[in-house]
Nanobody
Framework: QVQLVESGGGLVQSGGSLRLSCASSRSIFSFNAVGWYRQAPGKERELVALVNSDGSPIHADSVKGRFSIFRDKSLNMVYLQMNGLKPEDTGVYYC?????????????WGQGTQVTVSS
């Protein structure tokens, strides 16, 4: 069983920065991809950023140029550096890891960390 534990959320003013951290109980090398999703009240969960096993990152258009995802393989950590935060970035941020299981894929999720951006 994989455990993902997020930290680093909080309350910040518009224009501020936060860094989210995700600690994995398993080597992040073992995953097909690791990433961050968020869910705002009344909205569906959406992709924020992910990094594939080859290290190539993907960022949602809404956060390009402001957010950056990166990994620390030695510590089995995944980070999301968030700069230039906006009120619309408010939501619960979830760490995700996608693993190959047999011929299929399995998603693992953390418990989420709240990010609130005040205007």
């Amino acid at each position: 069983q994989v455990q993902l534990v997020e930290s680093g959320g909080g309350l910040v003013q518009s224009g501020g920065s936060l860094r989210l951290s995700c600690a994995s109980s398993r080597s992040i090398f073992s995953f097909n991809a690791v990433g961050w999703y968020r869910q705002a009240p009344g909205k569906e969960r959406e992709l924020v950023a992910l990094v594939n096993s080859d290290g190539s990152p993907i960022h949602a258009d809404s956060v390009k140029g402001r957010f950056s995802i990166f990994r620390d393989k030695s510590l089995n950590m995944v980070y999301l550096q968030m700069n230039g935060l906006k009120p619309e970035d408010t939501g619960v941020y979830y760490c995700n890891a996608e693993a190959r299981v047999g011929y299929g894929l399995t998603d693992y999720w953390g418990q989420g960390t709240q990010v609130t951006v005040s205007s």
